[in-house]
């Protein structure tokens, strides 16, 4: 189980780099610079679902709902919140074409990084 932890810890810096070069890289995309293709979206979006997959299956497993406060409400809720508003974010961008696609996927990557920073239990060390 301990490999399951670990994996979770580790993946949620790939997470965390992936919504910030998607926020900037969305931004850039949006004033009609150059950037990445829609790969790079998918990889991310990869990442974050495994990360919420193995978090779910963490939670059960360790039964996180008797671990506390934080871990047994505001974690795993700010994450699954996260990952929806990503998701959202990259549906509704890719519906609308140019630059305003791009900026909706870029706010609401910023949104799904903000819920991401604060459910992280960061007291738990790095």
């Known amino acids: 189980m301990d490999i399951l932890v670990e994996a979770h810890s580790g993946i949620r810096w790939l997470v965390l780099i992936g919504l910030i070069a998607t926020v900037v ?3 850039m995309r949006s004033s009609g610079e150059a950037g990445p293709s829609d790969r790079w ?15 779910i299956i963490l939670y059960i497993v360790n ?3 008797n671990q506390g406060g934080f871990i ?3 974690h795993p809720i700010g994450m ?9 974010g990259l549906g509704r961008g890719r519906k609308v074409e ?9 706010l609401m990557t910023l949104l799904s990084l903000i819920l991401v920073v604060a459910a992280i239990p960061w007291q738990r060390g790095f």
């Open 25 to 27: 890289i969305a931004f």
């Open 80 to 88: 699954l919140a996260a990952s929806a508003v990503f998701h959202i």
């Open 63 to 65: 039964q996180g709902w």
């Open 98 to 106: 140019g630059g305003e696609g791009w900026r909706t996927i870029g």
């Open 41 to 55: 979206l998918q990889w991310v979006a990869i990442l974050f679902d495994i990360q919420v997959a193995l978090g």
């Open 72 to 74: 047994a409400v505001f």
